[in-house]
């Protein structure tokens, strides 16, 4: 049996696959709503049966929350954690607590708004092959979905892709297509993405072409609102500390500088604060 932790864009994309694939799987969500709807080609209700934590029969719970809440999200777990987040950090946590947790990368573009959530763009998810029954079941329900042996390289190049265009959207308060189409935007991009490959490489997990993919990403997605952006547009917490903060972290630790994601992150963290938390 599956859970889903969290009902937010991926979430809700992951329990739109299940349920297309005949699984109505268990819902921990943070805020209950009388429908939650999943657009595609249409719009479909979900089939969930929410609950405040997962029952012990669960044999993966697919955390699907975003980082800073992560430690609650694990709280309502059980089974096998598959964490399918942004950033480094979150999985590094729940290995603490549940040493068989498993990362997963979601390219995927999903939009959420109140109970409502739409797909923005195809993409794929990218599951570890102890994930094997998930990706059966995700894939059946007519995901697109690639089981990889180690996972880590794929984590640390959408790492590297975040921290480029999620703090310079979020900044700018523009869509993803701002970082090919300014300038200006786009050398700080560029210099994002270097620093951050840079950290990947010395990491273990070098990254081929880091602009030019960050670029192809921000033209593919030219419409899209980066999670990042909608936080901060909504003042809610952002995913800083696992993405820029991340980079920052891990450069400190592999003795990389890395000046340009320090700058964004300061300045995405007083974006917060101006906020109130």
Do not use: H
């Not at 943070?30 to 929410?50: H, I, Q, S």
């Not at 570890?128 to 990706?135: D, I, L, Q, T």
């Not at 936080?231 to 003795?255: H, M, Q, S």
């Amino acid at each position: 049996m599956f859970a889903v932790v969290g009902l937010g864009a991926v979430g809700s994309l992951l329990a739109y696959y299940l349920n297309s694939a005949g699984i109505r799987p268990y819902a921990v969500v943070r805020t209950r709503c009388e429908r939650y709807l999943f657009c595609a080609e249409a719009c479909r209700e979900l089939d969930v049966e929410v609950v405040p934590r997962a029952p012990p029969s669960v044999k993966y719970a697919l955390i699907a929350v975003k980082g800073p809440d992560t430690a609650k999200a694990l709280e309502a777990a059980a089974g096998v954690p598959i964490l399918f987040q942004n950033g480094i950090g979150g999985l590094e946590m729940a290995r603490e607590r549940f040493p068989n947790a498993i990362g997963a990368v979601v390219t995927y573009g999903v939009y959420r708004e109140g109970c409502r959530a739409e797909l923005r763009g195809v993409g794929e998810v990218a599951l570890s092959r102890g994930a094997g029954e998930v990706a059966e079941a995700l894939e059946r329900g007519g995901a697109r979905v690639r089981v990889v042996d180690d996972i880590e390289p794929l984590r640390w190049a959408k790492l590297v892709v975040n921290a480029a265009i999620n703090p310079v959207t979020a900044i700018l308060r523009a869509p993803n297509g701002v970082v090919a189409e300014d300038p200006w935007a786009r050398a700080l991009a560029e210099r994002l993405a270097l620093e951050a490959a840079e950290v990947a490489k010395a990491a273990g997990y070098p990254v081929d072409d880091p602009v030019g993919t960050v670029m192809a990403v921000a033209r593919a997605t030219a419409r899209n609102i980066s999670s990042m952006a909608q936080d901060l547009a909504k003042c809610r917490p952002t995913e800083v500390d696992f993405i820029n903060g991340a980079v920052v972290k891990y450069g400190e630790r592999l003795g990389v500088e890395t000046p340009y994601n320090r700058a964004v992150y300061l300045i995405v963290k007083a974006l917060e604060a101006s906020c109130g938390f």
